[in-house]
Every structure is written in structure tokens, then in C-alpha cells.
T-cell receptor, first 115, second 118 residues
């Protein structure tokens, strides 16, 4: 079974702090994604990566950056956390190729509270 | 840009009954994929069912089936013989068939919370 893990289930940070959210997948997937989930808004794509060191902006990249130094790990960085970044963050991964292979597998999520 | 609309924020169904969750989408593309994802209270999202737009036959996975109406841009999910374990948030999602860059991203609807009652 594909396993996508996220470093924390819950995180509390202060405004202005630098925040790192880590995601690791164990199935050698090329694609990795970071979403944020907010009530009434569904999931919105922040960034995604289709290969090591490659990244593309999603729909809401402002205030975030990402890093993918190794294939299995995709990090989301909040350079200076703000209260409007309080949210649930979901990581996902998928194998590039056919539709069957491109099913996205999700991690358990990190609920971030910025005070 | 594509948009996905789920107009039912909450639905309720009795155990063993059938429920249909609605989803509409807007796109100018002719080839694409549609998905239903389930997010139980534990929060790990899992794929329920997927449909290729070029296929006329509706996808089915055990108790889950879809009604795909391409002309109407509608993609509803039917859950038969509902079980307590079906209680979750359900998200409809769209993916372009183009295979370049952010084309492989999913566009999600806002979700429908399904309650299953005894």
C-alpha cells in the first residue's frame, strides 16, 4: 500500500515564525502536491512538484514556498506565518503516467494554528 | 479555468438506503477525468471512483456508482445500501487530460458532508 506521511498532525505557531511542513511518500512517486483545506472552500492547490528540484505554483502560492531535494520528500515552507494561514494542510503524491497510475494518495493532514 | 461545484453542503441518509451526491463542473476541454474522493473523520482522503470523459459507460465500484452526463457537465455519485462507514466528507474533483505541468493537478469542489443515520 502507498503510504504518505506528514511530520505533524497538529502544529501551533506564532505570527512571523518560519514553519516547515514535511511530507514523505514511500512509493517512488514522481508527483507530489500540497493543498490547503478550509471549510466551504474545499481543497486548493498551493504548489506541486513533478520531479526532484522541480516545482510549479498552484492556485494559491502566495506566502508559501516548497522544497524537493529528494524524490520521496516534499516540504512546504511558510516563510513568515500569518493568522490567515491557519488551516489544514494536505500532502498528496501520484505516479506520473496513465490515469490509473496518477491517482493521488493523500497524507493524514497537518492542522496548523497560527496565533 | 475549470471549476467544480457541489451544491449540497450536507446530506443525510438512513442506513441501507441509497443517496446521490451532486457535482457539476465547467470546462472548455473535451477530454478530462473526474473523481470522487472520500474523507472520513480521521481525515485521510481516499479515492472512491473515477471516470474518463471519453468513456460513455458509467463507472461502478461495488456500492458506489456515478451518473456521468457529459453534455450537462454533471457527475453525481450514488451510494447504494449505505453503511455507517460511509459517513464522511465527499469531494468531487476534475483533472485535465493534458499531461503537462499543472495540468495534472486536481480541481476540487467544496465538498458534501454525508451523515448516515440508523
Amino acid at each position: 500500500d502507498v503510504k504518505v506521511t506528514q511530520s505533524s498532525r497538529y502544529l501551533v505557531k506564532r505570527t512571523g515564525e518560519k514553519v516547515f511542513l514535511e511530507c514523505v511518500q514511500d512509493m517512488d512517486h514522481e508527483n507530489m502536491f500540497w493543498y490547503r483545506q478550509d471549510p466551504g472552500l474545499g481543497l486548493r492547490l498551493i504548489y506541486f512538484s513533478y520531479d526532484v528540484k522541480m516545482k510549479e505554483k498552484g492556485d494559491i502560492p502566495e506566502g508559501y514556498s516548497v522544497s524537493r531535494e529528494k524524490k520521496e520528500r516534499f516540504s512546504l515552507i511558510l516563510e513568515s506565518a500569518s493568522t490567515n494561514q491557519t488551516s489544514m494542510y494536505l500532502c498528496a503524491s501520484s505516479l506520473a503516467g496513465t490515469l490509473l497510475q496518477e491517482t493521488q494518495y493523500f497524507g493524514p493532514g497537518t492542522r496548523l494554528l497560527v496565533l | 479555468a475549470q471549476t467544480v461545484t457541489q451544491s449540497q453542503p450536507e446530506m443525510s441518509v438512513q442506513e441501507a438506503e441509497t443517496v446521490t451526491l451532486s457535482c457539476t463542473y465547467d470546462t472548455s476541454e473535451s477530454d478530462y477525468y473526474l473523481f470522487w474522493y472520500k474523507q472520513p473523520p480521521s481525515r485521510q482522503m481516499i479515492l472512491v471512483i473515477r471516470q474518463e470523459a471519453y468513456k460513455q459507460q458509467n463507472a461502478t465500484e461495488n456500492r458506489f456508482s456515478v451518473n456521468f452526463q457529459k453534455a450537462a457537465k454533471s457527475f453525481s455519485l450514488k451510494i447504494s445500501d449505505s453503511q455507517l462507514g460511509d459517513a464522511a466528507m465527499y469531494f468531487c474533483a476534475y483533472r485535465s487530460a493534458l499531461n503537462t505541468g499543472t495540468a495534472s493537478k486536481l480541481t476540487f469542489g467544496t465538498g458534501t458532508r454525508l451523515q448516515v443515520t440508523l
